[in-house]
């Protein structure tokens, strides 16, 4: 609490009676001094009780319009302030825009004496990416003669995701295709809701299942099945590395993957499906969320997804010439010290079971090491360990190494699982070759073949994920050429 202008005012005068009743002897002087001192004091008295009732009585709300924003869009902000019982103060507020945000005006509001509700809008640019919290709001209080300022309860958050690409194609050669998932079946007969089978009714079978309408058609007692409705896991394993960088500012070959895999994200909330995630850079695994479920868990994926950057850049965050991704993977990924131990106590044994075993083990340590100095390649078998046997491994990587692209997939495909390959063809995202439009055609028909392969493989789906506009030039100049050709 502090006392306005005014109440210094009337203090001044209180005073400088005081001084005149000294001065000039004159009691009555010293009694108006008194009694001015006593009216301060019970104004205080009086406004420290109203503070304290409309605070009680008081709900103050920041309401932003969305809670979640493009990096720079405009969205209004409105401050809310409503009282069960209308004050005889004048209360002020003043909302708590972030500091990462920029407010077209100031976000306040006034209650006067007697008023039960006000509001205040502006508009607020959020330039920053990133998870923004309002600051608390304050609450000025005065009757004239005092003033109190309070912070209220009130912090919504703004999460501000960075400007992405436009237009994000997912197909095949320039085919668009949908990558949402509906309900899965279990293939097993149960609870559910789709009609699987309709068959006699054999002894045992539970009267609840007995489909009377068929049962009346038929004259026989036939009892209707359902096929069980299941959760999927999936597993999305993002590539980060440097050679994701590649591509204009804010729309990379990672930008569009991103989109992609926060699209499957949100279907798999939609669906209920346990969701899991890990990110790999060129030094290997660099965080892992294991399938889980509930609005926490997907939130959680989704701002790892936002946070991704792509790892190993030079010190001018620069795609390195020759991007190098024969790096050890830490975590979790076990290492070959097992097998070389193996093959180290079979050295100079001389019997033939040792001499059987020696290939196997040799074949192992080399294998192992392949794991050690090829992150993705790790990071999926990493993925895979322990998995349920229904998981969707979903691999959004781009087509910069091939080779181990390929070994990578037959391997999530040796141990069961279903494949989506989401591919960035780097002939997309490399700008000088966009410039020349037959080499750009002949890198696009060599990444198509890539893909095409992949696709061909048993259990596994391979799309491409590029601009739009870029993919349609190259199209086109490859149909030219081909047009020019046949002439």
Same mark, same amino acid.
């Given at each position: 609490? =502090?006392?306005? =202008? ?27 001094? $008194? ?6 004091? $019970? ?49 002020? *507020?003043?909302? &708590? ?60 958050? !703004?999460?501000?995701?960075? =400007? ?6 997912? &197909? ?55 096929? /069980? ?9 993002? %590539? ?8 204009? #500012? ?53 701002? =790892? ?10 010190? %001018? ?32 044994? %001389? ?5 059987? *075993? ?25 993925? *895979? ?11 959004? /990587? ?9 070994? /990578? ?11 989506? $390959? *989401?591919?960035? #063809? /780097? ?32 259990? !596994? ?7 739009? %506009? ?18």
């Amino acid at each position: 609490m =502090r006392p306005t =202008r005014q109440a210094w005012a009337v203090g001044a005068i209180a005073s400088a009676l005081a001084v005149l009743a000294a001065v000039f002897a004159r009691p009555l002087l010293l009694g108006a001094t $008194v009694l001015l001192g006593a009216w301060l004091l $019970v104004r205080q008295v009086l406004f420290v009780r109203g503070v304290a009732d409309a605070l009680d009585s008081l709900t103050v709300r920041q309401v932003p319009a969305a809670n979640a924003v493009r990096a720079d869009a405009e969205i209004p902000v409105t401050l809310e302030a409503t009282l069960d019982t209308p004050a005889r103060l004048r209360l002020s *507020l003043d909302g &708590g825009v972030p500091p990462g945000a920029t407010a077209a005006g100031p976000l306040s509001a006034t209650l006067e004496p007697g008023a039960a509700t006000t509001r205040g809008t502006t508009t607020v640019t959020w330039p920053v990416a990133g998870r923004h919290r309002f600051d608390r709001p304050t609450v000025t209080a005065t009757d004239g003669l005092f003033a109190a300022t309070i912070p209220v309860e009130s912090r919504p958050t !703004v999460t501000v995701e960075p =400007r992405g690409p436009h237009s994000a194609h997912v &197909g095949r050669g320039g085919d668009r295709v949908s990558i949402a998932q509906g309900e899965h079946d279990a293939g097993q007969r149960g609870p559910g809701l789709e009609p699987a089978e309709l068959r006699e009714y054999v002894p045992g079978d539970s009267a609840d299942e007995i489909d009377w309408k068929a049962t009346a058609r038929l004259d026989t007692l036939h009892v209707r099945e359902y096929e /069980t409705q299941t959760h999927r896991p999936t597993m999305l394993l993002i %590539d980060h590395g440097a050679a994701l960088a590649a591509g204009p #500012p804010g729309e990379s070959k990672l930008d569009y993957l991103r989109e992609t895999a926060l699209a499957i994200a949100a279907n798999a909330r939609e669906l209920d499906d346990p969701l899991g995630l890990i990110t790999v850079g060129d030094e290997g695994i660099t965080s892992r969320i294991d399938p889980t479920t509930g609005p926490a868990a997907y939130l959680s994926i989704r701002r =790892r997804l936002l946070e991704l950057e792509p790892t190993g850049l030079d010190d %001018d965050g620069a795609v390195p010439e020759t991007v190098e991704r024969a790096h050890p993977i830490p975590g979790p990924v076990p290492s070959p010290t097992r097998p070389r131990a193996a093959l180290s106590a079979l050295d100079g044994a %001389d019997d033939p079971f040792a001499r059987a *075993l020696e290939p196997f083990y040799a074949a192992r340590t080399e294998y192992d090491i392949r794991f050690d100095a090829e992150p993705l390649l790790g990071a999926v078998r990493t993925a *895979l360990t322990g998995q349920d046997s229904r998981q969707w491994t979903v691999i959004c /990587t781009d087509d910069s190494d091939r080779e181990t692209l390929y070994e /990578t997939i037959r391997f999530a495909r040796a141990r069961g699982s279903r494949v989506l $390959v *989401l591919l960035a #063809p /780097t002939v997309l995202f490399a700008t000088d070759e966009l410039g020349d439009p037959d080499r750009a055609s002949d890198r696009y028909l060599e990444f198509e073949e890539l893909r095409r392969d992949l696709d061909r493989m048993d259990a !596994v789906t391979a799309f491409e994920v590029a601009p739009e %506009d870029r993919l349609s030039a190259v199209l086109e100049a490859t149909r030219s050429r081909s047009r020019g050709e046949l002439r």
